[in-house]
């Protein structure tokens, strides 16, 4: 068991949450190693806190890496860029459960275990269900930054759209009214405790421009809503919702140990919900790893303050993790 983890190296793809995932890997003392296109590697050649930048024709070259002291750290772009079997493939210590990897490309699988943990969810409807209550969102299989939903006020309505959608793999779900809140979380082996590391809101083009334009003028308008992310803002909770936001991660990562067996979920989570005017928080989707969201706390959150009295980004918390683990000579049991 070698304990000594300065001589570990974090690594992880250019793009997404990589700068802060290596600054905090660098603030917990640990080398660093990006790999990017050739065409990113000057962005990333300028940040001090990494320290090798590589630069690959593709990114299907990472889970070549066979150096047993290199820590993989995936973030959204792994499965959209090497595909979930190229995942599944490393060889080197990934931190996060590829188990759970199936969960959440697949949202019916997905929502079986979220109605495990108890929480509460939209309803699914399959296309010939008798009592669909419109208006629905039809969203596509997979993370795409909202690309590929769209929305549905009647049946006439759903099955035209459906006729030219191009996405095989779809569920119909009944559209939330309220506030899209994403509650980031880290669910640590070692203390055996979840933490809301921060929150953040997500500004999603055009769905969140149409209410600029009065509703008098929106009628004249042939207009489509979409749900393309652009960005993110932070986002304090209400405080007395907290305890029921802390629980529900609670839940999930309580079910995930049956559901999708082994570890379960660990590290960072997210659940990305709908808070409605009777104060319930609905859960419309999980994403198993950093989400980007959290580029918004690279110096630390309000929540993450309170926990850690340092700055202390979901990035950081993940190097903090396995130094930790590394130091106890635990490190194989805390990652894949
Ligand atoms: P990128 O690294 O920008 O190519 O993004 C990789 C994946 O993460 C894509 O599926 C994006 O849609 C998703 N993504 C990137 N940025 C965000 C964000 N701010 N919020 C949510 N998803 C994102
Ligand atoms: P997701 O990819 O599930 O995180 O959803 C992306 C965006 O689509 C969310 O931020 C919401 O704006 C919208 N959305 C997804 N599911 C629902 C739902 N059931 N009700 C209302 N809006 C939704």
Redesign the pocket.
């Given at each position: 068991m070698y304990k000594n983890y300065q001589d570990y190296t974090i690594a992880t793809?250019g793009?997404?949450?990589a700068l802060q995932i290596l600054k905090g890997a660098k603030d917990e003392g640990f080398k660093t190693l990006l790999i990017t296109t050739n065409e990113r590697a000057d962005f990333y050649n300028r940040f001090s806190f990494i320290d090798t930048v590589t630069s690959v024709v593709s990114f299907k070259e990472l889970p070549k890496i066979k150096d047993k002291k290199t820590i993989i750290i995936p973030?959204?772009?792994f499965?959209?860029?090497l595909g979930m079997e190229g995942n599944k493939n490393m060889t080197v210590p990934y931190f996060g459960s590829k188990k759970v990897l199936d969960y959440e490309a697949d949202r019916k699988l997905q929502y079986d275990w979220l109605e495990k943990s108890k929480l509460t969810l939209p309803k699914q409807y399959e296309l010939n269900d008798k009592n669909i209550r419109f208006p629905v969102i039809v969203k596509s299989h997979?993370?795409?930054?909202?690309?590929g939903y769209f929305l549905a006020m009647n049946k006439r309505e759903l099955i035209k759209k459906l006729s030219t959608f191009k996405y095989a793999q779809y569920v119909i779900q009944q559209y939330i009214i309220g506030v899209p809140l994403?509650i980031h979380y880290f669910y640590s082996l070692l203390t055996k405790q979840v933490e809301i590391m921060s929150i953040?809101r997500?500004y999603e083009t055009n769905v969140d421009g149409i209410g600029r334009i009065p509703q008098s003028q929106q009628k004249d308008l042939s207009l489509e809503t979409s749900y393309?992310?652009?960005?993110?803002s932070p986002f304090v909770l209400r405080e007395s919702l907290l305890p029921e936001a802390l629980n529900m991660g609670e839940r999930v990562v309580e079910s995930s140990k049956k559901v999708v067996g082994g570890k379960g979920l660990y590290g960072p989570f997210c659940l990305e919900t709908i808070i409605t005017p009777d104060q319930k928080i609905c859960v419309i989707e999980i994403?198993c790893r950093i989400?980007?969201?959290t580029?918004l706390f690279i110096n630390g959150s309000p929540y993450s303050w309170l926990t850690y009295n340092e700055p202390m980004s979901t990035g950081r918390r993940i190097a903090r993790e396995i130094k930790n683990a590394i130091i106890t000579g635990v490190l194989e049991e805390n990652v894949d």
């Open positions: 793809l793009s997404h949450s973030h959204g772009s499965v959209a860029y997979g993370a795409a930054g909202g690309r994403y953040d997500r393309v992310v652009v960005g993110n994403s989400v980007a969201g580029n």
